[in-house]
Structure formats: C-alpha cells, structure tokens
Antibody, heavy 119, light 110 residues
Framework: QVHLQESGPGLVKPSETLSLTCSVS??????????WGWIRQPAGKGLEWIGS???????YYNPSLKSRVTISVDTSKNQFSLNLNSVTAADTAVYYC???????????WGQGTVVAVSS | QSVLTQPPSASGTPGQRVTFSCSGS????????VNWYRHLPGAAPQLLIY???QRPSGVPDRFSASKSGASASLAISGLQSEDEGHYYC???????????FGGGTKLIVL
C-alpha cells in the first residue's frame, strides 16, 4: 500500500524559503497514472491547493502562489519536494503531500506537517 | 472567499441522512468533475467521492454524490457520530488553471 510522509523544518523565518519533502513508499513515483501534489491548510481555514506535478512533466501551480513555488520530482529517491520562497506569516499552515488519481482527486495523503513562519 | 461555495455548517442526528451542497460556475463544476473530501479532527483529509459520483475502495456506500450543471451535492445516510468533521468539494477550474476547493462545511452530529 502506498504511503506518503512529509519531512522538513517546522519553523521558517520570514523572507526565507520553506522546503518540504514527501517520501513515497509502497509504490513507484514514476507511475503513468498518478500526479503528486501539495495542499495546505492555515489554522481555522480551509484547504488550499499549492500545486501538482507528474513524474516526468512540467508542474503546475496555484496562480496565487506561482511566483514563489517550485515542485520537483526525484524519481531516484522516490520523493517529491516543495519549495516556497519569500515566506510570510500568511504561509503558516499544515502542509500535506498527496497522490492524485487525475488532477484534483487526491486519494492518498501524508499525515501533514505543521510549518510556522516566525522570527 | 472560495471559488466553490459551501454552507459553513450542517447538522444531523445519528441514523439521519444529511446533504451538503457545493455551488460553482461553468469554468469549474459546470465543465469538470467534482471530488469530495472528509477531514476529521486530527487526521489527514480523505477522498470520499471522485469524478462526481465514484467512491474509492473502502468508502462505504452510505456516501453518495451527484452533480447537476454548476452545482454538486454529497449525501451521507445512516449518519454516525464519527462522521463529525469538515467536508470539502473540489474541482479543476479552467479559468484559473487551478484546483479549487470549497470553503468546507462543518458537520455536527447532535
């Protein structure tokens, strides 16, 4: 069974870069039937899609975050990553990585990781 | 303000049937498929419905959904106390070129 696990710093300073990795186990990230994505949830708010990537295709991003986001897939390590630069307090949230069956249908999720932006 | 509109709350008693609505436009629900998620306290979101009406394996048949035009709905029959949590709809939006989520509906089981 496919399992996803997020990892990365829980605290990032304002204006710096938030970097998270999602490790995929129990299956290959190089599958032709799945996309891989990041979603976040600020405290007390709803879910927000950050972006998604195919293992060998160009990623696509939420237009509201596009200028600051990079999602990359490392097939050799069976993991994918999120970089969000120039962070502010508004980027404080629980960040989830997820597998998608079709673009917006995220069927397997990581447990989520809390990232706070604070000096 | 979310692109997809959901009522902020809903409630029901154990055993009841409850429904959740999700309203969008032609660029999202009207032209693309809808997915529904359940987010229980302390857990990761769970995909309940994909492609408008399909249930992933393991999701019981007391969860059902439908779509008509630019609106969609999710129904839970045989409500259980463990169903208490937030329910979100989501779809691709052709105008925004983005996945959009509804603001979520908080279900309270009385």
């Amino acid at each position: 069974q496919v399992h996803l696990q997020e990892s990365g710093p829980g605290l990032v300073k304002p204006s710096e870069t938030l970097s998270l990795t999602c490790s995929v186990s129990g299956g290959s990230i190089s599958t032709t039937t799945n996309y891989w994505g990041w979603i976040r949830q600020p405290a007390g708010k709803g879910l927000e899609w950050i972006g998604s990537a195919y293992y060998n295709g160009s990623p696509y991003y939420n237009p509201s975050l596009k200028s600051r986001v990079t999602i990359s897939v490392d097939t050799s390590k069976n993991q994918f990553s999120l970089n969000l630069n120039s962070v502010t307090a508004a980027d404080t949230a629980v960040y989830y990585c997820a597998r998608a069956i079709g673009v917006p249908a995220f069927d397997i999720w990581g447990q989520g990781t809390v990232v706070a932006v604070s000096s | 303000q979310s692109v997809l509109t959901q009522p902020p709350s809903a409630s029901g008693t154990p055993g009841q049937r409850v429904t959740f609505s999700c309203s969008g436009s032609g660029s999202n629900i009207g032209g693309n498929t809808v997915n529904w998620y359940r987010h229980l306290p302390g857990a990761a979101p769970q995909l309940l419905i994909y492609t408008n009406t399909q249930r992933p394996s393991g999701v019981p048949d007391r969860f059902s959904a439908s779509k008509s035009g630019a609106s969609a709905s999710l129904a839970i029959s045989g409500l259980q106390s463990e169903d208490e949590g937030h329910y979100y709809c989501a779809a691709w939006d052709d105008s925004l070129n983005a996945v959009v989520f509804g603001g979520g509906t908080k279900l309270i089981v009385l």
